[in-house]
């Protein structure tokens, strides 16, 4: 078989989600926004919700509407993008929080869905989602009813000294003083801030899933590709299109089941490696669409199998590689892997 297994451990996001509700003072929440970032909605909501995770935050109504399916009733799930035009049957149908990002949502809500929950999404400095500060106070006084919950995103929580972080808390708890709700400003980063940035409600993201900032999240990815092929080469040899690399000497060169259409990004190449128990095999020549080539010259005997993310190689190292971040990695893991789950809940 030449299917590449991808096994995400649900053991240890249970473990990281854990660790961040200890370390929040607040409820801890969970964001499984595009398929709980890669990994699988289903099986990775259904892991956190058995942890004990009872609100949940995805991007689009459809996504709340596959979520419901997942965890049945109960659990609170919000939607970021809020209610957009034609969202109204699935909202009701699923019983989705949408967070309202403008004075218009809020009007379609009430127009559309008289009396359902809504939570108030406002922007405190990132441009993005949220109630304009300018349009804040008029929507404020003129709510069709309570919010469920009232969030803000940290736009710079990764780094810890920026001056945003400290500019949007205050300006987050001046905009929402004397409301009722509960609070929510913080993702992942912003657990790490400290218990000033987390108010009622924290909404972690990438450290459930083992990515920085979180650097003491436990890795939930394991990716192992087959070697299809082994070829010993001479001196003037080349590796892959382009000819980009001369082997120079005699090299042995294993040709693996992966490439940029599995979410192995070409660019990665040079700077990634291989792993064979724990040994570095360097990759030659360019990355292909479903193939790599990866130098095992020091390996004793010709591998079975390389992994490509492992206890050597993180989801952020291959990001460094690939001069992006660890949610990008994830996100992008390919859709031809057989994805093994380590913990699953049936
Ligand atoms: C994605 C997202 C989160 C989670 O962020 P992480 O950095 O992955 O923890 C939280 N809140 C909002 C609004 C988001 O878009």
Known sequence: MALAQLTIDLDAI????????????????????ANAYGLGLKPVARALAAEGARSFFVALAEEGA???EVLGPGPAIHVFSGHMEGDAPLLRAHDLIPMIN???QMQRHAAALAGHGF???????????????????????????????????LACADAPGHPMNAAQRDRFAQMTGGLEAP?????????????????????????????????QAAPAVNLRVPVIQTRALNAADTVGYGATWSAGANTVIATISAGYADGFMRIAGPAAAAYHKGTRCPIRGRVSMDLIGVDVTGLAEPPAWLELICPQQSIDDLAEAA????????????????????????
Not at 14 to 33: F, H, Y
Not at 145 to 151: D, E, F, I, Q, W
Not at 323 to 346: D, N
């Open 183 to 215: 609070r929510s400003l913080s993702a992942t980063g912003g657990i790490l801030l400290g218990p000033d940035y987390h108010f009622e409600m924290t909404r972690p993201g990438i450290g459930l899933y083992g990515g920085l900032p979180f650097a």
């Open 119 to 153: 939570g108030l999404q406002l922007d405190t400095g990132m441009s993005r989602l949220g109630v304009a500060p300018d349009d804040w106070p008029d929507l404020r006084a003129a709510l069709p009813g309570a919010p469920s919950l009232v969030m803000s995103h």
């Open 323 to 346: 001069g992006t971040i660890g949610y990008e990695i994830l996100t992008a893991l390919g859709p031809r892997y057989a994805r093994r789950y380590k913990g699953e809940i049936r």
């Open 102 to 104: 403008s004075p218009e």
């Open 66 to 68: 596959a979520l419901r």
């Open 14 to 33: 249970r473990a990281n989600w854990r660790a961040l509700d200890r370390m929040s003072r607040a409820t801890t929440g969970a964001v499984v926004k």
